[in-house]
């Protein structure tokens, strides 16, 4: 499966990234969809998550067996990737399935990148009415 390489660093984290993410690994067991979101959020996406498998499975609630086979099963599907290994460890980053995902959702949501302001009723009204 091949998928084309937007930049990382100009994605972002969005509620429909969120549900596509939910979507795509919904016949997956319910753990990858935890260690998954935890990778996801963690970090700005494309970035390294520089937490060990330990931390990562205290944080999601899991066990470390668990974590880990969710990790391999991720990493087999292409929803992470390994970024780099120190030692004995191997850290994580999100992979090519959650950015082309994540460029899809900013190609069809683009943000203007600038704030914006709504009157919410009732939030000024006084006591005379």
Same mark, same amino acid.
């Given at each position: 499966?091949?998928?084309?390489?937007?930049?990382?660093?100009?994605?972002?984290?969005?509620?429909?990234?969120?549900?596509?993410?939910?979507?795509?690994?919904?016949?997956?067991?319910g753990a990858d969809f935890r260690v998954l %979101? !935890?990778?996801?959020?963690?970090?700005?996406?494309?970035?390294?998550?520089?937490?060990?498998?330990?931390?990562? %499975?205290?944080a999601v609630q899991l066990s470390p067996p668990?974590?880990?086979? %969710?990790?391999?099963?991720?990493?087999?599907?292409?929803?992470?990737?390994?970024?780099?290994?120190?030692?004995?460890?191997?850290? !994580?980053?999100?992979?090519?399935?959650?950015?082309?995902?994540?460029?899809?959702?900013?190609?069809?949501?683009?943000? %203007?990148?600038?704030?914006?302001?709504? !009157?919410?009723?009732?939030?000024?009204?006084?006591?005379?009415?």
């Amino acid at each position: 499966m091949t998928f084309a390489a937007p930049r990382r660093s100009e994605l972002l984290f969005t509620p429909e990234l969120m549900h596509a993410l939910l979507l795509g690994t919904a016949e997956a067991p319910g753990a990858d969809f935890r260690v998954l %979101s !935890y990778y996801a959020t963690a970090v700005p996406l494309g970035e390294t998550v520089r937490k060990t498998a330990k931390e990562i %499975s205290q944080a999601v609630q899991l066990s470390p067996p668990n974590t880990g086979k %969710s990790v391999r099963r991720l990493v087999e599907d292409g929803w992470l990737e390994v970024s780099y290994r120190m030692g004995r460890v191997t850290f !994580y980053r999100v992979g090519p399935r959650v950015i082309h995902l994540a460029a899809q959702s900013a190609e069809e949501h683009p943000s %203007s990148g600038g704030a914006s302001v709504s !009157y919410l009723p009732g939030a000024y009204l006084t006591d005379d009415q």
